[in-house]
């Protein structure tokens, strides 16, 4: 049975943002998901994941940041991207609390921007209970002399990164299997064969929905493996 979205509006300082809101009857965990540099929540790629997760039991909430609700393209500052997450994970855990499932586990999941900026955001205290990184953009394209890790290995939640083998923003894959390593025992990295940074294979298509659908598998197989209070 397909799990109703609810469309839900975030305040983030002052700021609206729109968000969707999904929760299988007898979920036990929320993803919230955000998304990447270039696109924004309704994309295919985003709109597939959580409603897979959804058919898999786990609630989802996915939202956009104030650039893309005010159809900027240039993605917000940091500051601005954080306080988005903090806004953003508030709500998530309010709405649990009201389903009747206070202090259930909040994971905190992105495309690329989206993830990095979750990954900042949990560096700088948001609580979350993991991360889970849909293409985690290491450094720019061409550019590895200027990798984006120095926080990565100071979180210790469980973390999982998904990431493409022919990922121009993870090249050469020896250097994320290198920060992972040096984060530690709770991060585990995922790679998947061919696949580029929108998790595309060459020869291989298929519709973005379909590619979002098939992250769900793992990323439900791992939240589980880390969250004990689901059944």
């Known amino acids: 049975m397909t799990t109703a979205e609810q469309p839900i509006t975030i305040d983030v300082d002052g700021v609206p943002v729109s968000a969707v809101s999904a929760r299988p009857p007898g979920a036990t965990t929320t993803i919230v998901v955000a998304h990447g540099a270039g696109a924004g929540m309704e994309h295919p790629f985003m709109s597939g994941f959580t409603r897979a997760l959804n058919d898999d039991g786990i609630a989802t909430l996915r939202f956009n940041f104030p650039y893309r609700e005010a ?3 240039f993605p917000d500052r940091p500051p601005v991207a954080i306080a988005t997450w903090r806004a953003v994970m508030d709500v998530a855990a309010a709405r649990a609390a009201a389903a009747g499932h ?77 920060v992972v390593a040096r984060v530690g025992p709770n991060a585990t990295l995922d790679w998947i064969a061919e696949a580029n940074h929108s998790f595309e294979v060459k020869g291989a298509k298929r519709p973005a929905a379909e590619i979002g659908a098939g992250l769900a598998v793992p990323v439900a197989a791992f939240v589980r493996a880390h969250s004990p209070t689901i059944e």
């Open 71 to 73: 159809g900027r393209k």
């Open 102 to 178: 206070p202090g259930e586990p909040i994971w905190a999941s992105g495309k690329s921007f989206g993830g990095r900026m979750a990954s900042m955001a949990v560096a700088e205290g948001m609580q979350a209970a993991g991360l889970v990184f849909l293409g985690y953009p290491l450094h720019a394209p061409g550019k590895p002399e200027k990798p984006r890790d120095e926080h990565l290995p100071g979180i210790t939640v469980p973390m999982l990164f998904l990431q493409g083998r022919n990922d121009p923003f993870a090249q050469p894959t020896e250097q994320l299997d290198d």
